[in-house]
């Protein structure tokens, strides 16, 4: 079976770029998760979304972040415009039901802001 | 407030023998679920093993295992006969609820594990 797809694995781009990152959950999973990893702050959760709807933003840094989830196979972060302080792994996670059933995560994005 | 603590920023084994990393977590609800994840140098996230909080038997998968102390609130990981594959930083993660009926993790910062020949 599938796993959580991400895409790109690796991007390097110019600070004030619109950086899209791309995430395709496990089919049937119907809550999904975007999550940044830096070595200073650890894991932090962005923002999730169940049945496409988003449920917590309260993670997102700043108005520059945005995500989206126009249907059950497909969610976008998009960073605009981006700062090197954004320079992050970001992963993205799906789980199934609003129990506690593990979340799955993706190879992650490592994104680099230069 | 939920939050888990990993004590063990580091922590070395012999090949083959067995370690135990340890998890403390903190949280007022009564239905909660603790998890195990590997994170490889590869830098992938993978599930290890989960521990819901009514489960009255500790949790087991493979060479892994959950001793769950529920009074203690402690959620450690034992890996028994390590292996160098088992070289990784290992987060102890928490779900609860925090909007409607969604759950969501807390994580610890995790242990570097490093398993030695």
């Known amino acids: 079976d599938a796993g959580v797809i991400q895409s790109p694995r690796h991007e390097v781009t110019e600070m004030g770029q619109e950086v899209t990152l791309r995430c395709k959950p496990i089919s049937g999973h119907n809550s999904l998760f975007w999550y940044r990893q830096t070595m200073m702050r650890g894991l932090e959760l962005l923002i999730y979304f169940n049945n496409n709807v988003p449920i917590d933003d309260s993670g997102m840094p700043e108005d520059r972040f945005s995500a989206k989830m126009p249907n059950a196979s497909f969610s976008t972060l998009k960073i605009q415009p981006s700062e090197p302080r954004d320079s992050a792994v970001y992963f993205c996670a799906s789980s199934f039901g609003t129990g506690n059933q593990p979340q799955h995560f993706g190879d992650g994005t490592r994104l680099s802001i230069l | 407030a939920q939050k888990i603590t990993q004590t063990q920023p580091g922590m070395f084994v012999q090949e083959k023998e067995a370690v135990t990393l340890d998890c403390t977590y903190d949280?007022?609800?009564?239905?909660?679920?603790l998890f195990w994840y590997k994170q490889p140098s590869s830098g992938e996230m993978i599930f290890l093993i989960y521990?819901?909080?009514?489960?009255?038997q500790n949790a087991t998968e493979g060479r892994y295992s959950l001793n769950f102390q529920k009074a203690r609130k402690s959620a450690n990981l034992v890996i028994s006969a390590s292996q160098l594959g088992d070289s990784a930083m290992y987060f102890c993660?928490?779900?609860?609820?925090?909007?409607?009926?969604?759950?969501?993790?807390?994580f610890g910062s995790g242990t570097q594990l490093t398993v030695l020949p």
């Open positions: 949280t007022s609800d009564q239905s909660y679920g």
């Open positions: 521990q819901g909080s009514y489960d009255e």
């Open positions: 993660a928490m779900s609860f609820i925090s909007s409607g009926s969604a759950r969501q993790l807390t």
